[in-house]
């Protein structure tokens, strides 16, 4: 049993209490829910919040922190439990404005670990970069199988493996290129990716698709856009 708190740590630990009370939130969203019992919600929040690190170690050869530290999974637990709380608390308008602060605040964190992990252990920054991803988006993608939903790093989103990337690659260029601490190197790169990803949410801008092959194109028959359905609709003026 390890209890010591060095830098990394402690970041790690932020990372994986974020991406706990992150999780939990998404569990209980309509499109995610699926009767879970508070047990279920609570398991849910650990492994989306400890899933990164321990991919990240694996990675890296090491033994998962969070099965050192009792930390880790005492915390995750927590915050799992505070946003179920929350929830329970909050009107639907709270919930879907928390969730989009919760995701932004939640992604950069095991992203910016991850490339410091990596580099650390003398590994290429094209590497560091891919262990970022890796460890930012494993937890969510097990909450998304769990929930039977598309993972969300594969589908159109607001430049979710975007943020984690810039998150990493922002880390990498303090931390490498311009000799920074670990600390002010963390705080520039998740400020940095923090306010894409919450600007990108708040904003719609989303990841391009590729273009679609014209067998499909022709199969298709698309209805008006949104903003043309909504003027449609009986009774949908503004306001």
């Not at 050192?68 to 637990?77: E, F, K, S, W």
């Not at 970069?129 to 159109?156: E, H, M, N, Q, W």
Request: net charge negative; aromatic share 10%; glycine share 10%.
């Amino acid at each position: 049993m390890d209890w010591k708190f060095g830098d990394f740590t402690i970041i790690d630990l932020i990372a994986a209490t974020t991406n706990a009370f992150n999780a939990a939130l998404l569990a209980r969203r309509p499109d995610h829910y699926k009767h879970f019992t508070v047990v279920g919600i609570l398991l849910l929040g650990v492994i989306g919040g400890l899933a990164g690190g321990i991919a990240r170690d694996i990675l890296l050869l090491q033994t998962p922190a969070a099965l050192l530290n009792p930390a880790y999974l005492i915390l995750a637990l927590v915050a799992a439990g505070a946003a179920l709380a929350t929830d329970y608390r909050s009107g639907q308008a709270l919930r879907g404005g928390l969730f989009q602060f919760a995701t932004s605040l939640a992604l950069p964190w095991y992203a910016i670990i991850g490339a410091a992990e990596a580099m650390d252990a003398g590994l290429p920054h094209l590497a560091a970069v891919l262990i970022g991803v890796v460890s930012a988006t494993a937890g969510r993608y097990l909450v998304d199988l769990t929930c039977r939903v598309t993972p969300k790093l594969f589908i159109r989103s607001e430049w979710y493996v975007g943020t984690t990337v810039l998150a990493a690659v922002a880390y990498l260029v303090c931390a490498a290129g311009f000799r920074l601490g670990v600390w002010p190197a963390t705080l520039i790169a998740f400020v940095v990716a923090f306010v894409f990803r919450y600007a990108a949410m708040l904003r719609g801008w989303e990841e391009p698709e590729p273009w679609e092959p014209p067998e499909l194109q022709a199969a298709e028959n698309p209805g008006p856009p949104v903003h043309e359905r909504r003027d449609q609709e009986p009774g949908s003026g503004p306001g």
